[in-house]
C-alpha cells in the first residue's frame, strides 16, 4: 500500500505524461495510419483540380506520383523539425518549443481543411510537410522534457509513454478512417485535419505546467525555479538526492554550453552512446515493422480476407502493438532495456525468418496463408513489447544534458531518413525480391539483438552519471587514461 501511494503522489507527472502524448507523440502514430483511408478520394481531386486547370485528365503515373510525395513528404518535414530539435528547445526552453510546434500544427491543419474549397492539391503537400515538421520537432522534444522532469525509477516507464501514443495515435487513425467514420469522399478534409484537435489541446494545457525541472537547473542555472518544479511535478519536499544528481552533471559540464551535432559525431567520451542511439534505437525502421504493415494487405488478401475488411485487421494490428507497448511499460523498469530490446529483436528476426518461409509456401496448403496472419500479428507483439518501447524510452538514458539535444538531431535524422528511404523504395524491393524481402530485415533484427545484448550495459535505475560511467568502460576500453585526459570531460570527471 506505501509504495502505491508512493507512486500516486507523482499524479500530476502523470498528467503532463498525457499532455506532452497528446501532442506530441501521438500525432506521429495518427499521421502514418489515417493518410491510408483517403488515398481514392485524393487521388480524385487531384484529377479533377488538373482537369480545371489544363481541360485534360491527370496522367495515371503523375497521379501515383503526386500521391506519393503527398505520402512521403511527411518524412521530410519531419527530418526538418528534428533538426531544430537540437536549437529550439535550447534557446527557448522545452514548453515553449512545443507551444511553437503546436501553432504548426494547427497551421497545417487549416491548409487540410481548406484545400478542397481552394481547389489545391498543393495545400495538402504543404500541409503534410508542416505535419511532418510537427512530428519530428513534437517527438523529439517529448522525450526531451518528460525525460527531464522524471524521477530515474520512473524513467523508463515515463518515457515509454511515448510509444504508448504512437500507438494510440495509430489506432485512432484506423479507426476514424474506416467508411462508416471519416473514410468519405465529402468527410476526407476533415480527416486529414484532425491532428489540429490535439494540437489545441497540448496549446491550452501545456502553460499550467513547469518547465524542464534539468532544463532549468543544469541549462539554465535555475536552482530555485528547478526546486519548485520539482516540488509540484513530485510532490515532495526531499529533494536533496535529486539535485545533488543535477549538480554532479553541472559540475561534470565545467559551465560548458550545449554540444553541436559535430560534437557529438566526433568526440570519443559518447562514441558508444551513439552507436547505440543510431543503430537499435533510431534505425529502428529498418526492422521492416512500417513495411510489414505495408505487406499486411496483400497477406490478408491472399488468405480469402475481402478487401474491404482489410481495414478492419489493419485495426487489429495498431490494437496489438499498442497493447504490446501497455505491457512493456509495466515490464522496462522491472526486466530492463536491454533485454526487452535485445532479446525482441532476436525473437523478430526469427519469426520474420519464419514468415518467409511460409511464404514461400503458401500455396502447398489452404491453412497456411491463414498461418501467415497470426505471424504477422506475432511480429507486431514482439516489436510492442521490445524495440518500440525501448527506442523511446533509452535514448533519454544514454546522453548528458549538454549532449542530449544534439543527440535527438542525429536520432531524428537516421529516424526519418530512414524512413523515407523504406517508404520510397520498398515497393521497389517487394516487386523484385518478393517474399524474400523480409530477409533484409532479419539481418537487421539478428543484428541490432547481438549489438544490444553483447555491448549495451543496462541502463535502469542508474543515475545520467552513473550511466556515463558504465558506456566510459566501452569508449575508454583501451586506455583507461584517457577517461582523465581526454578533452571532453563532460563525460568523464566525477
Same mark, same amino acid.
Given at each position: 500500500?506505501?509504495?502505491?501511494?508512493?507512486?500516486?503522489?507523482?499524479?500530476?507527472?502523470?498528467?503532463?505524461?498525457?499532455?506532452?502524448?497528446?501532442?506530441?507523440?501521438?500525432?506521429?502514430?495518427?499521421?502514418?495510419?489515417?493518410?491510408?483511408?483517403?488515398?481514392?478520394?485524393?487521388?480524385?481531386?487531384?484529377?479533377?483540380?488538373?482537369?480545371?486547370?489544363?481541360?485534360?485528365?491527370?496522367?495515371?503515373?503523375?497521379?501515383?506520383?503526386?500521391?506519393?510525395?503527398?505520402?512521403?513528404?511527411?518524412?521530410?518535414?519531419?527530418?526538418?523539425?528534428?533538426?531544430?530539435?537540437?536549437?529550439?528547445?535550447?534557446?527557448?526552453?522545452?514548453?515553449?518549443?512545443?507551444?511553437?510546434?503546436?501553432?504548426?500544427?494547427?497551421?497545417?491543419?487549416?491548409?487540410?481543411?481548406?484545400?478542397?474549397?481552394?481547389?489545391?492539391?498543393?495545400?495538402?503537400?504543404?500541409?503534410?510537410?508542416?505535419?511532418?515538421?510537427?512530428?519530428?520537432? %513534437?517527438?523529439?522534444?517529448?522525450?526531451?522534457?518528460?525525460?527531464? !522532469? &522524471?524521477?530515474?525509477?520512473?524513467?523508463?516507464? =515515463? @518515457? #515509454? /509513454?511515448?510509444?504508448?501514443?504512437?500507438?494510440?495515435?495509430?489506432?485512432?487513425?484506423?479507426?476514424?478512417?474506416?467508411?462508416?467514420?471519416?473514410?468519405?469522399?465529402?468527410?476526407?478534409?476533415?480527416?486529414?485535419?484532425?491532428?489540429?484537435?490535439?494540437?489545441?489541446?497540448?496549446?491550452?494545457?501545456?502553460?499550467?505546467?513547469?518547465?524542464?525541472?534539468?532544463?532549468?537547473?543544469?541549462?539554465?542555472?535555475?536552482?530555485?525555479?528547478?526546486?519548485?518544479?520539482?516540488?509540484?511535478?513530485?510532490?515532495?519536499?526531499?529533494?536533496?538526492?535529486?539535485?545533488?544528481?543535477?549538480?554532479?552533471?553541472?559540475?561534470?559540464?565545467? %559551465?560548458?554550453?550545449?554540444?553541436?551535432?559535430?560534437?557529438?559525431? !566526433? &568526440?570519443?567520451?559518447?562514441?558508444?552512446?551513439? =552507436? @547505440? #542511439? /543510431?543503430?537499435?534505437?533510431?534505425?529502428?525502421?529498418?526492422?521492416?515493422?512500417?513495411?510489414?504493415?505495408?505487406?499486411?494487405?496483400?497477406?490478408?488478401?491472399?488468405?480469402?480476407?475481402?478487401?474491404?475488411?482489410?481495414?478492419?485487421?489493419?485495426?487489429?494490428?495498431?490494437?496489438?502493438?499498442?497493447?504490446?507497448?501497455?505491457?512493456?511499460?509495466?515490464?522496462?523498469?522491472?526486466?530492463?532495456?536491454?533485454?526487452?530490446?535485445?532479446?525482441?529483436?532476436?525473437?523478430?528476426?526469427?519469426?520474420?525468418?519464419?514468415?518467409?518461409?511460409?511464404?514461400?509456401?503458401?500455396?502447398?496448403?489452404?491453412?497456411?496463408?491463414?498461418?501467415?496472419?497470426?505471424?504477422?500479428?506475432?511480429?507486431?507483439?514482439?516489436?510492442?513489447?521490445?524495440?518500440?518501447?525501448?527506442?523511446?524510452? #533509452?535514448?533519454?538514458?544514454?546522453?548528458?544534458?549538454?549532449?542530449?539535444?544534439?543527440?535527438?538531431?542525429?536520432?531524428?535524422?537516421?529516424?526519418?531518413?530512414?524512413?523515407?528511404?523504406?517508404?520510397?523504395?520498398?515497393?521497389?524491393?517487394?516487386?523484385?525480391?518478393?517474399?524474400?524481402?523480409?530477409?533484409?530485415?532479419?539481418?537487421?533484427?539478428?543484428?541490432?539483438?547481438?549489438?544490444?545484448?553483447?555491448?549495451?550495459?543496462?541502463?535502469?535505475?542508474?543515475?545520467?552519471?552513473?550511466?556515463?560511467?558504465?558506456?566510459?568502460?566501452?569508449?575508454?576500453?583501451?586506455?583507461?587514461?584517457?577517461?582523465?585526459?581526454?578533452?571532453?570531460?563532460?563525460?568523464?570527471?566525477?
Amino acid at each position: 500500500m506505501e509504495g502505491a501511494s508512493k507512486k500516486l503522489q507523482y499524479w500530476r507527472l502523470y498528467v503532463l505524461s498525457l499532455v506532452l502524448g497528446i501532442g506530441g507523440s501521438f500525432q506521429y502514430g495518427i499521421q502514418v495510419s489515417v493518410i491510408a483511408s483517403p488515398e481514392e478520394h485524393v487521388h480524385s481531386f487531384v484529377n479533377y483540380t488538373w482537369m480545371l486547370r489544363y481541360q485534360v485528365p491527370v496522367e495515371e503515373s503523375a497521379n501515383k506520383l503526386i500521391w506519393s510525395f503527398i505520402v512521403a513528404v511527411l518524412s521530410l518535414g519531419a527530418w526538418t523539425g528534428a533538426i531544430h530539435s537540437g536549437s529550439l528547445p535550447v534557446t527557448y526552453g522545452r514548453k515553449k518549443a512545443l507551444m511553437f510546434n503546436n501553432v504548426v500544427a494547427m497551421v497545417a491543419a487549416v491548409l487540410m481543411l481548406f484545400s478542397r474549397m481552394a481547389k489545391s492539391f498543393e495545400m495538402i503537400l504543404l500541409g503534410r510537410f508542416l505535419y511532418g515538421y510537427n512530428v519530428g520537432l %513534437g517527438l523529439s522534444v517529448h522525450l526531451m522534457y518528460l525525460g527531464e !522532469s &522524471s524521477p530515474k525509477k520512473l524513467r523508463g516507464f =515515463l @518515457t #515509454l /509513454t511515448g510509444s504508448i501514443f504512437i500507438g494510440f495515435g495509430k489506432v485512432m487513425g484506423q479507426i476514424i478512417g474506416i467508411k462508416e467514420m471519416m473514410g468519405t469522399e465529402d468527410m476526407w478534409p476533415y480527416l486529414l485535419a484532425v491532428s489540429g484537435i490535439p494540437a489545441i489541446l497540448q496549446f491550452v494545457m501545456l502553460p499550467f505546467f513547469p518547465e524542464a525541472p534539468r532544463y532549468l537547473y543544469i541549462d539554465k542555472g535555475d536552482t530555485e525555479g528547478c526546486r519548485r518544479a520539482l516540488e509540484w511535478l513530485w510532490q515532495e519536499d526531499d529533494l536533496k538526492l535529486e539535485l545533488d544528481d543535477m549538480q554532479k552533471e553541472r559540475d561534470s559540464s565545467q %559551465g560548458e554550453k550545449a554540444k553541436t551535432v559535430k560534437d557529438v559525431l !566526433s &568526440s570519443r567520451c559518447v562514441r558508444w552512446q551513439l =552507436l @547505440t #542511439l /543510431t543503430v537499435p534505437c533510431a534505425g529502428i525502421q529498418f526492422c521492416g515493422i512500417n513495411a510489414l504493415y505495408f505487406y499486411a494487405f496483400d497477406i490478408f488478401r491472399e488468405s480469402g480476407v475481402p478487401k474491404d475488411q482489410g481495414h478492419y485487421l489493419a485495426v487489429g494490428l495498431g490494437a496489438t502493438e499498442l497493447i504490446a507497448v501497455t505491457l512493456c511499460s509495466f515490464l522496462i523498469d522491472r526486466a530492463g532495456r536491454k533485454k526487452l530490446m535485445g532479446y525482441g529483436y532476436l525473437l523478430m528476426g526469427i519469426t520474420m525468418s519464419l514468415l518467409t518461409v511460409m511464404l514461400s509456401i503458401k500455396d502447398l496448403s489452404p491453412w497456411i496463408p491463414y498461418v501467415n496472419i497470426a505471424l504477422i500479428f506475432c511480429v507486431i507483439l514482439i516489436y510492442g513489447l521490445g524495440p518500440s518501447g525501448v527506442s523511446m524510452a #533509452l535514448p533519454a538514458d544514454l546522453f548528458l544534458q549538454a549532449w542530449r539535444p544534439s543527440a535527438y538531431v542525429i536520432s531524428g535524422t537516421v529516424n526519418w531518413l530512414s524512413m523515407f528511404v523504406v517508404g520510397m523504395l520498398f515497393g521497389y524491393i517487394v516487386d523484385g525480391l518478393g517474399q524474400f524481402c523480409f530477409l533484409i530485415f532479419v539481418a537487421y533484427s539478428i543484428f541490432s539483438a547481438g549489438f544490444m545484448i553483447y555491448f549495451v550495459p543496462e541502463t535502469k535505475g542508474k543515475t545520467m552519471v552513473g550511466i556515463m560511467e558504465e558506456f566510459n568502460k566501452l569508449n575508454y576500453k583501451n586506455s583507461i587514461s584517457d577517461v582523465e585526459t581526454d578533452d571532453i570531460p563532460l563525460a568523464t570527471k566525477l
